[in-house]
């Protein structure tokens, strides 16, 4: 298992193997961390032997470290179409970005996956196909909301200095040179 060089000064005190740390792990938030960590750990590795593929990736660790603190994992059916959805609930409550929309414990994700394999309706809650996570809680579409409105504002700005009446002497403008 790859494990962060904790000698680089630009990562932060971070311990956990790399590709199953969670999001509070990966920012260094070590008072954060604690047994959501366990579960988000868990989702990477039943994300991987259900996918083949691990949830989060990048060309070095740091770049690992930022897809897990930020990005959203693709949904694993989208890479195994033959995961029923249920399980694919399990995983992604799993892999959540917020400790506490994560499983509160090991028992109660052992008692989601008992469900599935008892043929029971699991607690996670399933996505409809064309489903996905809701914009609002996007932070990508935050940033994009806020830049439009700088934007907004910045071009009312203009508008409102080209509209400002010229010619009328103002409070700070100069008098006119008298030969």
């Known amino acids: 298992a790859l494990r962060l060089d904790l000698s680089d000064p630009n990562t932060k005190r971070v311990l956990g193997t790399l590709f199953y740390m969670s999001p509070?792990?990966?920012r260094g938030a070590a008072q954060e961390v604690g047994p959501a960590a366990d579960i988000c750990g868990a989702g990477a590795v039943l994300y991987l032997l259900l996918t083949?593929?691990?949830p989060f990736s990048g060309e070095n660790p740091i770049e690992v470290r930022k897809s897990i603190a930020v990005r959203p994992c693709a949904a694993p059916r989208s890479l195994n179409p033959k995961?029923?959805?249920?399980?694919e609930a399990v995983v992604v409550k799993c892999l959540q970005k917020e400790p506490a929309a994560r499983y509160v414990s090991a028992k109660e994700l052992a008692d989601?996956?008992?469900?599935?394999?008892?043929?029971q309706p699991v607690l996670?809650?399933?996505?409809r196909e064309g489903d996905s996570a809701p914009l609002w809680k996007d932070r990508r579409a935050w940033i994009a909301?806020?830049?439009?409105?700088?934007?907004l504002a910045g071009l009312l700005l203009v508008k409102w200095v080209m509209s400002r009446?010229?010619?009328e002497k103002g409070r700070y403008d100069l008098p006119e040179e008298t030969r």
């Open 24 to 26: 509070e792990q990966a």
């Open 52 to 54: 083949g593929k691990r």
């Open 83 to 87: 995961i029923p959805k249920s399980l």
């Open 112 to 119: 989601d996956l008992q469900r599935y394999l008892d043929g």
């Open 124 to 127: 996670a809650p399933v996505l």
């Open 145 to 151: 909301v806020a830049a439009g409105v700088l934007l």
């Open 165 to 167: 009446p010229t010619g």
